[in-house]
């Protein structure tokens, strides 16, 4: 095979590939923007008032709005897009869920409002609704895309305001919650202490144990990683030789253990992220 | 020393019964039920809605009575048929359960297809806001009802996967669960007959 037909046999297949996916359901589009237009419906004008005033809503309130426009549904159910968007780009707090989206299906002549659990209360499939009805279906209906959006979206923004106060921005820590950190480390306190009691007199068995021991209590609490087990095998090990050879020889009361604490990953503030908020179907759906 | 040994056994069992699914088979039982009452929740929503909107039709297509009043008996059918999350696991009982909800769909989606014929009717603003709730809490439930089967699928799964099968079959005895499927009618667009 020469060089020229490999080139050309490689370029069917990456064209072969790309079809099979592009013949898929729509991919959900990366999170790059308040204001994601794909579709090319806005002005940069408009697309910099609407990013100006989403951001001022996150300043005062915490609340999350995002815009995606996209050119089709290739097939697709609308509100099924718009849960997968919403669920991936995880819009709102997390345990506030106050986020919402704005979605417009240009080529569909679809749009939807998707609203997150937390805004439910004010943001009503009513509202959103009437938002879609009202506000936005005329100036779409004219072509006025940009006038339509601001509008919708300033709708958007007086019905969810006021629901929810932004916050100092605290470091959120990913992981598990402080009962499994200190139910873990009670019971390693207490294996460890029984562990001792009976290996101090031989430091190996207690390294044995301990490297038998720490995985399996760490599966039960941390969850099951090939990973964590290789650590919790080599902690265990030297954790329990250590243990012996230090605390064999003494007669004491208690073992105090310094347990796991959660390594805080602090989100860099760069660009727009969503935040983790959870959307379960509220919103309405219409056309123009 | 025999206190000792007893200790180290305790906790030797303790730690294989995590390692077995004891704990997890709970934790996704527990999600199936927290899914179930979701599902639950967002059908009491639908449920809620019918009044005010038999009420809003009645006022503009009054001699509809015969659809009018199969929404009310296909509401209080599914309002009547319950089902307790110790049953989610009994075919029959979901079955039953299912048949009266989707016979409430069905008959909601006759009323609107009535509804269609009034022009006046589907330019009153009441009744607009009733349909678009009502479209809100149908996306809903199927949003709900995705999200119970997921959950369950995900439990059947656990209690046949070893060694989690055996902690089932000898300690736990927990159920597998029914999935809450889509009505085929509901799947299909309402047909408008001339």
């Keep these: 095979m020469g060089r020229a037909t490999t080139i050309r046999f490689l370029a069917t297949l990456l064209l072969l590939v790309g079809a099979a996916c592009a013949l898929a359901a729509p991919a959900v589009p990366p999170l790059i923007a308040r ?186 609490f941390l969850g099951f990683t090939w990973l964590m087990l290789l650590a919790m095998i080599a902690i265990g090990l030297v954790g329990g030789f250590l243990f012996a050879l230090i605390f064999g020889g003494m007669r004491f009361g208690g073992v105090s253990s310094g347990g796991f604490s959660g390594g805080g990953f602090s989100s860099g503030d760069s660009g727009f992220s969503g935040g983790g908020g959870g959307f379960g179907g509220g919103g309405s759906s219409g056309d123009w | 020393m025999p206190r000792i040994l007893a200790t180290l056994l305790f906790l030797l069992t303790l730690t294989t019964l995590g390692g077995c699914g004891y704990n997890e088979l709970q934790t996704k039982e527990e999600a199936v039920f927290k899914a179930w009452g979701d599902v639950e929740a967002t059908l009491q929503r639908r449920g809620d809605l019918i009044p005010n909107l038999v009420e809003t039709v009645k006022g503009y297509a009054a001699h509809e009575a015969q659809t009018l009043e199969a929404v009310i008996s296909a509401r209080a059918k599914a309002t009547a048929v319950t089902i307790n999350p110790k049953d989610l696991g009994n075919a029959e009982a979901m079955a039953r359960f299912q048949e009266a909800q989707g016979g409430l769909s069905s008959a909601l989606g006759r009323l609107m297809v009535v509804a269609e014929r009034y022009p006046d009717l589907k330019a009153n603003q009441s009744f607009l806001d009733l349909q678009t709730q009502l479209e809100g809490t149908e996306n809903r439930i199927n949003v709900a009802r995705q999200r119970y089967n997921t959950m369950v699928e995900e439990f059947n799964a656990a209690i046949r996967l070893f060694p989690a099968n055996l902690t089932n079959k000898f300690l736990l005895n927990l159920q597998r669960k029914e999935y809450f499927k889509a009505e085929e009618e509901a799947k299909q667009a309402p047909k408008v007959k001339f």
């Design chain 1, 35 to 220: 204001v994601n237009d794909q579709a090319g419906m806005l002005s940069p004008g408009a697309r910099q008032q609407l990013e100006g005033m989403l951001a001022d809503l996150e300043r005062s309130d915490s609340t999350q709005i995002a815009v995606l426009t996209i050119d089709s549904l290739d097939g697709a159910v609308l509100e099924e897009f718009s849960l997968k968007v919403a669920e991936t780009w995880k819009i709102g707090q997390k345990g506030k869920d106050n986020g919402a989206l704005l979605l417009i299906v240009k080529n569909d002549r679809k749009l939807r409002i998707e609203t997150g659990y937390g805004l439910e209360g004010r943001l009503t499939d009513l509202q959103a609704g009437r938002i879609i009805r009202d506000v936005i279906r005329p100036h779409f209906r004219d072509g006025d895309f940009d006038g339509g959006t601001l509008a919708g979206v300033t709708a958007m923004i007086a019905a969810v305001r006021g629901e929810y106060q932004a916050e100092e921005q605290s470091t959120s820590v990913r992981g598990h919650s402080q009962d499994d950190i200190f139910g873990l480390g009670v019971f390693l306190a207490f294996a460890l202490f029984t562990m001792v009691r009976v290996t101090g007199r031989w430091p190996k068995v207690s390294a044995v144990l301990g490297a038998i021991l720490a995985p399996v209590v760490g599966t039960m």
